[in-house]
């Protein structure tokens, strides 16, 4: 990223952080999100508790009704930097941080309406959607930085909210990655930021929310990598790699005004239904550009794509302006409503070098939220498409039950059907066009179950997915679409011991599917040992411990940075992938540091494991190392 984009950033924050209030903000907002109540404590993954002493809140503006409790101050987790890392089920990267990142499981696709197909860096983006507000009664600020063995190894996060006069709160979410990578021209850039306005009027009935986000990708593009000796480690910056002045810009910049209105006056609480009536209006804008000044003679990465020795360059613009509205019907006790209607528009417009092109979305939706039993919860949730989008669909529905202290059991159903994305059905290069397509839409059937036993720490799981139409990346980095119904089914096991201060958390997950267009590992697992207690008097809290995880042998997927698209290699096949990692973190109040030494493996047999080998493919950190994080909250 220019330097003068960050420091423009930096600055507008600071600004904010210095701006003194024009009288006194109060210690409560009126209204629903205002009062002060007393916080329900957070859980883990598995529903036990966890222990802090915050008492900040932060919400989503379109689920204003699910306040969630302030739990970032544990050491459960904190020594993971990385997103990939971060996430329920496996992710894998190319290796280093900021990275294009693959999801080593099959989940439905969250779609309604068109879509440009680039999904490669979402682990990493905060759109617009996930721009979190804070209930709080004074300023708050949360700083987070991790670094590698060298300041070009960096992760940074801020989150800041304070409230001003006449009720408005501001809130703000900074993230920044830069990461040199371990291999010549492997360097990623990633920025996100996002700003919020929210205020209150009519004593709470009017709410308004103004969010801005912009996210920002740079990554350079080695191609793939010479081969490494087989049997010893050697420098990484050693290796060869294929391309040199190739480059991919991803960025993404929306503008949200969202807006609701309770019907109901207070004065007549009881006598009249209370009924919200919401608007959101969206600006969009994503440009995805990646150019090669000097793409190999022989075309042999790049294959059909390589429309002109000179010089490669893919570039696509999209914009839309959106427009939601709303009703929502809330029962007297019960959070989410219980019933929403609603419409959503989307114009589009697109510039796919050298081709323009206009676009409507039109759906009508809504969703159901009921307390059947005390113990019985049933939410759906639908929408149609109209118009242009005549024939799509989505149609789901969850069903949660507590069994009190034999836990609680939870399943779901979800048919949808969605148009292929736009980089499935054409494709230029150069002002050359690559493809063109006309596939039928994808049916997605799916049917997901989860059972928890937290007096145990056990949670067990399963989805299976039937994938009518399916499209996938062929050896060719060319879209193709299956003939025949793909199943897929996965098996996943949470079990988690704790003798005294001794704990092992262990997550297993199986899955196969029934055809090999769909390219995952046959299992991933993933473990933690650890011993986590109180040490100086209580003073501070302290954690040693050592993380594993493990890939099956498998033939992982290709990646092709001109389209953004991971594909099915077939070349390298690898095999059983350890990647062992020991850490120690401590928290003293609101301040929290950690310490690792990463993928110790190596470094122990002297072998290499071909984690990024030959081809450029996605295995995790690749040379390890020491790396260091700290965390510190501030609340004024």
């Known amino acids: 990223m220019p330097g003068s984009v960050l420091r423009k950033h930096i600055c507008l924050w600071m600004c904010w952080l210095l701006w003194p209030a024009a009288s006194a903000w109060p210690q409560n907002f009126p209204g629903q999100f205002g009062q002060q109540r007393q916080m329900n404590a957070p859980t883990d993954s598995l529903g036990g508790v966890v222990r802090d002493t915050s008492r900040i809140e932060w919400f989503l503006p379109q689920k204003d009704w699910e306040i969630h409790p302030f739990a970032d101050s544990t050491l459960k987790g904190f020594q993971q930097y990385d997103p990939t890392r971060q996430q329920a089920l496996p992710w894998a990267s190319l290796g280093n941080l900021g990275s294009a990142a693959w999801p080593l499981f099959l989940d439905p696709s969250q779609r309604q309406g068109f879509d440009l197909g680039i999904h490669a860096w979402d682990v990493y983006l905060r759109p617009v959607e996930r721009i979190p507000y804070f209930r709080v009664g004074q300023p708050y600020t949360n700083l987070y930085y991790s670094q590698g063995q060298a300041q070009d190894d960096a992760r940074f996060k801020a989150q800041f909210s304070r409230n001003f006069a006449h009720q408005v709160n501001f809130s703000l979410d900074h993230q920044a990655i830069n990461n040199l990578g371990a291999f010549n021209d492997q360097r990623t850039r990633v920025l996100s930021l996002g700003m919020g306005l929210w205020w209150q009027r009519l004593g709470g009935r009017y709410q308004a929310f103004l969010t801005f986000a912009e996210n920002n990708v740079q990554a350079e593009e080695p191609g793939r990598l010479g081969p490494p000796p087989a049997d010893t480690l050697v420098a990484s910056f050693t290796l060869a790699t294929l391309l040199d002045q190739a480059q991919v810009r991803f960025a993404n910049r929306d503008w949200s005004w969202f807006h609701t209105l309770r019907l109901r006056p207070d004065s007549l609480a009881g006598r009249l239904p209370d009924l919200r009536l919401g608007h959101r209006l969206t600006w969009h804008q994503s440009t995805f550009k990646y150019f090669d000044a000097a793409p190999p003679a022989d075309s042999s990465f790049y294959r059909i794509l390589q429309t002109d020795d000179r010089g490669l360059r893919h570039y696509i613009e999209w914009r839309y302006v959106a427009n939601h509205v709303f009703l929502r019907w809330h029962r007297k006790g019960q959070r989410p409503p219980l019933l929403e209607a609603g419409l959503v528009h989307r114009y589009h417009r697109l510039y ?285």
């Open 352 to 636: 796919q070098e050298p081709r323009d092109s206009s676009l409507h979305d039109l759906f009508v939706q809504g969703s159901l939220n009921v307390a059947l039993k005390e113990r019985l919860r049933l939410s759906a949730n639908a929408h149609l498409g109209l118009w242009q989008n005549f024939g799509e669909y989505k149609l789901s529905g969850e069903l949660e039950l507590s069994l009190g202290k034999a836990g609680q059991l939870s399943g779901g159903l979800l048919s949808q059907r969605f148009r292929p994305s736009l980089l499935t059905q054409r494709a230029w290069v150069a002002h050359r066009q690559v493809w063109q397509r006309d596939y039928e839409p994808v049916i997605e059937t799916s049917i997901h179950g989860r059972y928890r036993l937290p007096a145990l720490e056990l949670e067990a799981g399963m989805r299976y997915m039937l994938v009518h139409n399916l499209i996938w990346w062929d050896s060719l980095a060319v879209p193709r679409q299956s003939g025949t119904p793909v199943s897929y089914l996965r098996l996943q096991l949470i079990k988690n011991f704790t003798f005294g201060p001794l704990h092992l958390d262990n997550n297993l997950v199986w899955q196969r599917a029934s055809a090999a267009a769909v390219r995952l590992p046959g299992w991933v697992t993933r473990h933690s040992l650890y011993l986590e207690g109180n040490v100086f008097r209580k003073a501070m809290r302290a954690r040693f411990g050592l993380d594993a995880r493990f890939v099956a042998p498998w033939k992982p997927v290709g990646w092709m940075p001109l389209i953004g698209q991971f594909y099915l290699q077939e070349a390298v096949e690898h095999p059983l992938t350890p990647l062992v990692d020991v850490h120690v973190a401590f928290r003293v109040k609101t301040f929290r540091f950690f310490f690792k030494l990463e993928n110790l493996v190596p470094y122990l047999n002297r072998a290499y494991y071909a984690l990024v080998a030959y081809h450029y493919l996605p295995y995790g950190l690749v040379g390890g190392g020491l790396r260091f994080g700290l965390s510190w909250r501030l609340v004024d």
